[in-house]
């Protein structure tokens, strides 16, 4: 069905349908998800499909209605792509906001779209053992990194965008700001790491004056706070917790800045660490994070804490975790255990059946 304004106009954030051309649709949607608060990781997400979305109505035939485009894109996702249920969501959300927020249309039919059903799947855990091994394997900052992220629950870009600030020794708390969703949450700060991540601040710090003298030492700020606090930028407790190894010129301001380090260099490290472990799981960053979550319900902790220092809105969440425990199937013995020693008697009965068998066939049919 085609395409219908909301109430007959469209947003004031937006000009009109009609007047907006890719280009100008695309900082529409920006600038409607910036108003929202979205995040930038949901920012570069929507925007993505809407450019895969434009890219795809330019092979359609032209005066091709809206409606039809964006259902032959979706069917396209679902059929020639065989892209997952999640990601046809994630698609969905973005094409809805583009066309709502971004120009003012509204596409009611795609309430009734359903995304293909994904069945629940288990999250991959490692033992103590192996987690032991994998972080044996690292060096560095990227250890560390590697040692909060199972030691703290973290996620990746939580570490790795942890700020000095951030980090609190006498209370053995780690604050995550702007997490998932948004929110602010506090999280266990292992005391056996306390002596490391002081040795490692050191060093961060040494670097931080070095850059300072040579005009550099500048870090990006959230939302509006630069122009609140300009000094704060190059101030020790803003810096990055885990910078990365060179500085770049922000092309906005001219300002030369360290960005934290890169989610792709830790996840190649992970990646090389756990073959070098010889770890026979897909184990990846996010692993240790679930790892973490599982190890302290094994240790008896209770799941309502376990849910606030992940920072999942909904216990359900957590209660994927209550599957992969020791005393879950894992846990459980198996009848076979206690016919006792069956797997090998097993072979030596095979054996003698075969030699049996050599010498007389078995008698069938008699009581």
Known sequence: MPSSPINGAAHPESPPAAELR??????????????????????????????????????????????VAVQQFLSHLAGPRRVS???????????????????GMALPWLDEFMPAHRPPRLPVVLSPQEVRAVIAELRGAKQLVAMLMYGSGLRL???????VKDVDFSRSTLVVRSGKGD???????????HQRIREHLERVQRLHERDRKRGAGAVVLPG????????????????????ATSCYTDRETGERRRHHLHESAMQRGMKEAVLRARIGKRATCH??????????????????TVQELLGHADVSTTM????????????????????????????????????????????????
């Open 224 to 243: 509006a706070f630069a122009r609140k606090s300009p000094n704060a930028a190059r101030s020790w407790e803003w810096q990055w917790v885990f910078p």
């Open 157 to 163: 870009l939580e570490a790795l965008s942890l700020r």
């Open 85 to 103: 249920g999640p990601t046809q969501k994630q698609a969905l959300s973005a094409i809805r906001f583009a066309y709502d927020r971004g120009r």
């Open 183 to 193: 929110k602010d949450r506090a999280t266990v700060f292992p005391v056996s790491l």
């Open 22 to 67: 890719p280009r100008e649709w695309m900082e529409a949607t920006r600038t409607a998800l910036r108003l929202r608060r979205y995040s930038r990781r949901t920012e570069e997400a929507y925007l993505g499909w809407l450019v895969r979305f434009l890219r795809f109505r330019r092979r359609l035939p032209a005066g091709t209605p809206d409606a």
């Open 287 to 304: 692993t240790l994070r679930h790892s973490f979550a599982t190890h302290l319900l094994e240790q008896g902790y209770d799941i309502r």
């Open 320 to 367: 994927v975790y209550t599957h992969v425990l020791d005393r879950g199937p894992g846990g459980v013995r198996s009848p076979l255990e206690l016919l006792g020693g069956i797997g090998a008697a097993s072979e030596r009965l095979n054996v003698d059946a075969g030699a049996e068998g050599e010498r007389r066939p078995p008698e069938l049919g008699r009581g």
